[in-house]
């Protein structure tokens, strides 16, 4: 199950490729490099998110192992 770091992550790196198609389509070079920069920000928000959740079921599966 994703955890909210992921989908914001998810969600910035969607609305960065839009601005930068905008920013294409109008010949907007500051509005395309917003985008660059929102979609990166969003792939790591979406890299730490992924992180946080492995490391907390690695966590859950040592309890388990340790309740055995």
Known sequence: MWNKD???GKIDQAKGKAKQAVGD???DPDLQ???EAD???GKVQETVG???RKVGEAIEDI???IKR
Do not use: F, P, W
Request: glycine share 16%.
């Open 33 to 35: 490099a917003e985008g």
């Open 6 to 8: 992921e989908v914001d």
């Open 25 to 27: 389509v109008t010949n």
């Open 39 to 41: 979609e990166v920000s």
């Open 63 to 65: 309890g388990k192992a």
């Open 50 to 52: 992924r992180g946080a």
